[in-house]
C-alpha cells in the first residue's frame, strides 16, 4: 500500500524547498543553534536548514505527534519550523503545548499552514486534511498555548514574492482567473492557494 507522502509528494521541489529555507532563515532565524522540524515528512526541509544550525531535527511518522510527548528535553531547541502540518492534526493544543516545551525561553517558531479562506474549495482534496484554519484561528490557538508576540500573514508560495516585494501585486491580479483554469500551472495555482506563515515567541 503506497504511503502519504507517496501519493501527496511524488516528486519533491528540492529547489523551492531551498530557497524557502533561506528565506526563512534570513528573515527569522538570526543565529546558529538548535532546531525542529515538526511535521519534517521527507526530511527535505530538515536537509536544507541543517548547514545554518549546530543540530537540526525533524519529527515525523511513525512518531505520533497527536497523542506523544515529544523526544526531547524541555528547553533544547532555540527554532521551531512546521510547514503543511498541523491541518493534518485534530489535537493542535498538544502539538503547540509541545513545542512550547521543547523550545528555550525566547526562543521562535514558525509555522506554515494553508489558508482557509482562499483554500476552502481545496482544502478536502487531501483526504488526510482534518483542521483548517484562518488567521485569526491560528493565532488564538498560539496564544492559548502560552506563546508571546504572535505575528501572522498572508504568504504566498512563489519565491518571486520573497525577493521583490514590488511585485506581490501579481498574485491579486492573477487571482482573478476564473477557479477551473488555476490547476492548469503552478503561478495560477499558488496565486490563489495563500498559506498562512505565523512567527511567535516562547
Given at each position: 500500500m503506497p504511503t502519504y507522502l507517496e501519493v501527496e509528494y511524488p516528486k519533491i521541489n528540492r529547489r523551492y524547498v531551498r530557497e524557502l529555507t533561506r528565506y526563512i532563515v534570513k528573515r527569522f532565524f538570526t543565529a546558529t543553534g538548535r532546531l525542529l522540524d515538526v511535521g519534517s515528512g521527507t526530511g527535505d526541509y530538515v536537509y536544507f536548514f541543517s548547514p545554518f544550525f549546530r543540530q537540526t531535527e525533524g519529527l515525523d511518522v511513525p512518531f505520533d505527534l497527536e497523542n506523544e510527548y515529544f523526544p526531547y528535553p524541555d528547553n533544547h531547541f532555540d527554532y521551531v519550523f512546521s510547514k503543511s502540518t498541523l491541518e493534518h492534526i485534530t489535537n493542535t493544543q498538544h502539538v503547540l503545548l509541545e513545542t512550547g516545551r521543547v523550545l528555550a525561553t525566547g526562543g521562535i517558531v514558525v509555522f506554515m499552514v494553508p489558508d482557509w479562506n482562499s483554500q476552502w474549495?481545496?482544502?478536502?482534496?487531501?483526504s488526510t486534511h482534518v483542521k483548517p484554519f484562518t488567521?485569526?484561528?491560528?493565532?488564538?490557538?498560539?496564544?492559548?498555548?502560552?506563546?508571546?508576540?504572535?505575528k501572522c500573514e498572508y504568504f504566498y508560495q512563489?519565491?518571486?514574492?520573497?525577493?521583490?516585494?514590488?511585485l506581490r501585486f501579481v498574485p491579486h491580479i492573477l487571482d482573478l482567473v476564473p477557479y477551473g483554469w488555476r490547476m492548469c500551472c503552478k503561478l495560477l495555482r499558488f496565486s490563489n492557494e495563500r498559506m498562512l506563515l505565523l512567527r511567535a515567541r516562547r
Open positions: 474549495k481545496s482544502f478536502y482534496d487531501d488567521k485569526k484561528g491560528l493565532m488564538q490557538a498560539f496564544q492559548l498555548a502560552g506563546f508571546r508576540d504572535i512563489l519565491p518571486f514574492t520573497w525577493r521583490h516585494g514590488w
